[in-house]
């Protein structure tokens, strides 16, 4: 027999559904966006600054994956609700970018060119898929649900490593055609 979940556990269970059903279709949305907003030249920038916090976010995760070995939560948590943030951070540049910028065409050519669009492709497609993993894994810690946590943890940071580490593989193949 299925039990009934509490009322706040329905509440937040509601809102990550949400979340990661929204936040994919905003920035999906937005990216169709033909008119894009003047907000100066300084957004040119941002993807450069993109390449950094998914450089750094791939560095947490191992240090955070690393405490928790250790079995130093304190030092776990902190690295993870800062990888978090950048992550947020992350998405807000991201499609700041993308509201003010043309997409970058990738101008690579030969057998490097396959390569960038499968990586670009699993990197897309895995970033949609993590952040309903992500949320979860984050609420399950800070409401003290260490085994759902830790159940969640097994397919979110393989999924959100790769997404981090495939967003600077990316960002480093396409840098040399941004414009600016």
């Known amino acids: 027999m299925e039990t009934l979940q509490p ?62 070995r250790q079995k130093n939560i304190e030092a776990h948590k902190r690295i993870m609700l800062t990888a978090f943030a950048l992550g947020s951070l992350f998405l807000v540049s991201y499609v700041l970018y993308h509201l003010t910028n043309e997409s970058t065409p990738y101008g690579g050519q030969g057998w490097i060119r396959p390569v960038y669009y499968v990586l670009l492709i699993s990197h897309i497609v895995l970033s949609v898929v993590v952040v309903w993993f992500v949320l979860r894994a984050v609420y399950f810690a800070i409401s003290g649900q260490i085994l759902k946590h830790k159940q969640t943890v097994k397919y979110a940071f393989p999924i959100w490593l790769y997404v981090s580490i495939t967003g600077v593989i990316v960002y480093l193949m396409i840098k040399p055609y941004y414009i600016h």
């Open 7 to 68: 009322v706040q556990e329905q509440k937040a269970n509601r809102v990550i559904n949400i979340l990661s059903l929204a936040i994919p279709i905003a920035v999906a949305i937005l990216l169709g966006i033909r008119q894009k907003v003047d907000l100066g030249n300084w957004t040119t920038y941002l993807p450069h600054i993109n390449g950094i916090i998914n450089s750094i976010t791939s560095v947490l995760l191992l240090m955070g994956f690393y405490f928790i």
